[in-house]
């Protein structure tokens, strides 16, 4: 999810926290616990700063090991232990508790978007994806801030936050199902579809979808079970090719093959120099496809600039290719 939710979703467990008898009775310890719930549902995503070092490493290690099971305690024992030196006489074992279930909630909640996580790390490296909630979804953070409105203005934040997660559930629940639907929708619509991508939009009916038959790759739009069918492009295998194992081998592609389960490939050659480039169908918008990684290389399979990230055009494409030679 994104911060704003994350935020809010932090501060309506602080308000479900008023359930617990100690938190009620102990002021100091109420501030301590709201206090770790909110740093529990942002700690998690501290890998953001990552994207300041370069795209792959966050692409590559984003939602990764900060998301794991290893990461989900220990996150809140550092929390409960930084403010357990702030409010001394708070009752740490209800912190760590409740620090616990907000940083427990953050990864959670992130397996149900289309980006999802690492969260079975070190069992498995497999990224764990719903896809049944956007990024941001304006009805979860809608209902959130209406919720803490009501909690501002003297409503019980127990029962108004229990009201709160029991809708959510059943939200949860018609999301499932539609997207059931629509990949129903897709198998009637693509004759032999299999790794069929059904992927949320910030519209609740809007999805966007991709899919594979044993020939081509689909790339469409569902409105509701409506599918329309934008783009389709041939299948072909990636080259077995020294250039191309060669371009795999960047920082950059190997970053975005992790991370991306339905691409396509292409491969130029203007002014002696070949370019390499994979793009993630996913993504389509606006008749563009602006998830990419490019790499160029020489005559010797050497690679001279590349880049993954999101690109909308291809004259910012350029300009990142020619950074990244600086």
């Keep these: 999810m994104d911060t704003g939710t994350h935020v809010v979703m932090g501060i309506a467990l602080g308000g479900l926290a008023m359930a617990d008898p100690v938190v009620a009775s102990h002021p100091i310890t109420m501030t301590a616990v709201i206090a770790g719930t909110i740093i529990g549902s942002q700690a998690p995503d501290i890998d953001t700063v990552l994207k300041l070092r370069n795209n792959a490493v966050y692409i590559r290690h984003h939602r ?9 305690l220990l996150w809140p024992i550092l929390i409960t232990f930084v403010l357990g030196l702030i409010f001394q006489e708070a009752n740490i074992l209800h912190v760590w508790l409740w620090t616990f279930l907000a940083v427990f909630l953050h990864v959670f909640v992130d397996i149900f978007n289309s980006y999802g996580t690492q969260a079975l ?4 490296n497999k990224w764990v994806a719903l896809g049944v ?12 801030l209406i919720a803490l409105m009501f909690w501002a203005f003297g409503a019980d934040p127990v029962w108004t936050i229990s009201i709160l997660y029991v809708l959510l559930f059943f939200y949860y629940v018609v ?10 929708a897709v198998r009637n619509t693509v004759p032999g579809a299999k790794n069929i991508i059904v992927a949320p939009t910030i519209r609740f009916f809007q999805w966007r979808v991709a899919a594979d038959s044993e020939t081509h790759h689909y790339v469409g739009r569902a409105y509701g079970r409506s599918i329309n069918i934008y783009d389709k492009f041939l299948r072909h295998p990636l080259p077995t090719t020294n250039l191309m194992q060669a371009a795999l081998k960047d920082k950059n592609l190997a970053a975005f093959v992790s991370f991306s389960p339905l691409f396509r490939w292409e491969i130029s050659e203007v002014d002696d120099i070949y370019e390499v480039r994979l793009i993630d169908l996913r993504y389509r918008s606006n008749d563009y496809y602006p998830f990419v990684a490019v790499a160029r290389l020489n005559h010797e399979h050497k690679v001279i600039q590349s880049y993954t990230g999101w690109i909308f055009s291809e004259d910012k494409l350029r300009e990142k290719l020619d950074f990244s030679m600086n």
């Design 64 to 72: 990764g090991i900060t998301h794991s099971i290893p990461a989900v």
């Design 175 to 184: 999301r499932f199902a539609v997207q059931a639907a629509v990949k129903h």
């Design 121 to 124: 790390r070190p069992f498995s």
């Design 133 to 144: 909630i956007n990024t941001f979804d304006p009805i979860i953070f809608g209902a959130h």
